[in-house]
């Protein structure tokens, strides 16, 4: 789009990102050439190769190789398998490159205002961070990084239990809230898990999202046939208080069956924030989770890492958000991978996105740079998504712009 003001060489902050000002014109990747120089950051030709590489990226899909090139052989498929045959994992992707849209034409598309509101919190776009296990594997830096990443791009970001970095770190780091995300809430892990509740919310988290489509491993053939295990020191300090290092074999979890809907009771008796549930693909079990007190749902199939041939998530998302008929929001991951996958997920009824893999791969192509950069392309695509469909704003995105 014409007109494009870029951002005088400065990093967007939450604040710039959420002044919808600075968020009307759209001219891609140039003003993300400039949102991310900061001042004192070395000249392009002097950038060391990561960042070279990370400047080749024009779409989320181009930061994979890239990063492929940079992990461990154990790291990439880690990171980009799934379980089993991994249907699922590329249903995610099909289901969306079949929904087609809907354009509206000469509506004033001059101003773009992609700002949502959850759970009180103003959002200067509806993309997440959803939350992924051991950032480590991806940058020295891991989860700081990624904070500051997503911080710089205006996303909130979902920590994991197995983060391998501590709060304390994590929290200096971002300037936009963070999210929480816990796992086993078992009777007999309580008064650890209370621990971390407590130290999430001393540390400024504004939601807690818990994964409920794991009590056990999924069958993760890649990662087994992987001779290499995880690297030493790889420590996950709100999951296991020991030393999760070499000789560490996968599967990663172990069970956790017995966690049932009396856990999340428990939860939310221990607790005043939000608690969001993630990995709903069932309308009945959406019912169930706003009956029992859930502020919101994430419609996903954990990325197709868990029970191979699920459909797709955003298949599922539809059924969900009916049921579920406005109690609370509904969100939803798996595949997102273009702005007009964000679209057709709002159209669908969507508050908001998350994204794993294209951002671990950001991660390990440009550390924190990379993250933002991953995000903004996402957000400008969604831009432009907007204004080519004729919808200026969140408000006026619905089913349609849908082309059936
Ligand atoms: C490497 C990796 C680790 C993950 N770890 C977790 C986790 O610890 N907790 C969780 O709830 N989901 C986890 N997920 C699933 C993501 O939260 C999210 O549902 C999924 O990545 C979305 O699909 P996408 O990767 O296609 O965007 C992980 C995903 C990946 C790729």
Redesign the pocket.
């Known amino acids: 789009m014409p007109g494009s003001k870029p951002e005088s060489g400065a990093r967007q902050t939450q604040n710039q990102a959420s002044d919808p000002s600075r968020i009307k014109r759209v001219r891609p990747h140039a003003r993300l050439e400039a949102a991310e120089r900061r001042p004192s950051d070395p000249k392009p030709s002097q950038r060391p190769n990561s960042h070279q590489a990370g400047a080749a990226a024009v779409c989320l899909a181009d930061f994979e190789p890239l990063a492929k090139k940079r992990l461990s052989h154990f790291a990439y498929e880690?990171?980009?398998s799934g379980a089993a045959d991994e249907l699922t994992?590329r249903w995610?992707r099909e289901a969306f490159d079949q929904i087609r849209l809907r354009p509206k034409v000469l509506v004033d598309v001059e101003k773009i205002d992609t700002r949502v509101t959850l759970f009180g919190q103003e959002m200067p776009h509806p993309i997440l961070l959803?939350?992924?296990?051991?950032h480590r594997l991806s940058h020295p830096e891991g989860e700081v990084a990624t904070a500051r990443g997503a911080s710089d791009a205006g996303a909130t970001f979902?920590v994991?239990?197995?983060s391998t970095r501590r709060l304390q770190d994590i929290a200096p780091a971002a300037k936009s809230p963070l999210w929480f995300?816990l796992?086993d809430l078992r009777k007999e892990r309580r008064e650890f898990v209370r621990g971390v509740v407590k130290e999430a919310e001393q540390f400024g988290c504004r939601a807690f999202?818990v994964?409920v489509d794991?009590p056990v491993d999924g069958a993760r053939n890649r990662v087994q046939r992987v001779a290499e295990q995880l690297p030493p020191g790889m420590e996950t300090p709100y999951y296991q208080k020991a030393n999760a290092g070499a000789g560490v074999v996968l599967p990663i979890m172990g069970s956790m069956g017995s966690f049932t809907w009396e856990a999340v009771e428990w939860l939310l008796s221990v607790t005043r924030l939000p608690v969001v549930l993630?990995?709903i693909m069932n309308p009945d079990d959406a019912d169930q989770a706003v009956r029992t007190g859930a502020a919101g749902i994430?419609v996903?199939?954990?990325?197709?890492?868990c029970l191979d041939t699920l459909p797709a998530s955003i298949n599922a998302l539809e059924p969900v958000v009916q049921k579920v008929a406005g109690r609370v929001p509904v969100l939803v991951?798996?595949?997102?991978?273009r702005g007009t996958d964000v679209l057709k997920a709002l159209a669908l009824g969507a508050k908001a996105v998350?994204?794993?893999?294209?951002y671990?791969y950001g991660l390990a192509v440009n550390g924190a740079e990379g993250v933002a950069k991953v995000v903004n392309i996402l957000r400008e695509e969604f831009q432009m998504a907007m204004a080519l469909t004729g919808r200026p704003d969140i408000r006026s995105i619905d089913r349609s712009v849908l082309w059936e």
């Open positions: 880690y990171i980009s994992i995610n959803a939350p992924t296990a051991r979902v994991a239990s197995l995300q796992y999202i994964t794991a993630k990995g994430i996903s199939n954990h990325g197709g890492r991951d798996g595949g997102i991978r998350l994204i794993g893999r294209p671990l």
